[in-house]
Nanobody
Framework: QVKLVESGGTLVQAGASLKLSCAASGRSGSHYAMGWFRRAPGKEREFVGAISAIGGNTRYADSVKGRWTISRGYSNDIMTLHMNNVKPDDTAVYYC?????????????????????WGQGTQVTVSS
């Protein structure tokens, strides 16, 4: 059974930088696509960014494009969300997601329904 564990959530001031990590364990098989989602207070969970099963291809939501990046250590199965210039609107619980159901190993997955594995979430609060 795959387990995803997020870490790094904290309280920061607007304009700061922050890193969230997601460690995957219990995986079998060679291909695993991963992504980040977030749920802000009173809102639905939304896509933040994703990284492909191999090759390091990434995709981002417009709200974070140019500010944040995703990296991944394919040997240790740790995905990192590098958050620069955070804003109060970025306040949310951030979730790591993953799936072994990968049709194209170079593609990124933005649809929540296509992910099978989810972490418990980590809280990020940005003060103004």
């Amino acid at each position: 059974q795959v387990k995803l564990v997020e870490s790094g959530g904290t309280l920061v001031q607007a304009g700061a930088s922050l890193k969230l990590s997601c460690a995957a364990s219990g995986r079998s098989g060679s291909h695993y696509a991963m992504g980040w989602f977030r749920r802000a207070p009173g809102k639905e969970r939304e896509f933040v960014g994703a990284i492909s099963a191999i090759g390091g291809n990434t995709r981002y939501a417009d709200s974070v494009k140019g500010r944040w990046t995703i990296s991944r250590g394919y040997s240790n199965d740790i995905m990192t969300l590098h958050m620069n210039n955070v804003k109060p609107d970025d306040t949310a619980v951030y979730y790591c997601a993953g799936t072994a159901r990968v049709r194209n190993v170079l593609s990124t997955i933005a649809a929540e329904s296509e992910y099978d594995d989810w972490g418990q979430g980590t809280q990020v609060t940005v003060s103004s």
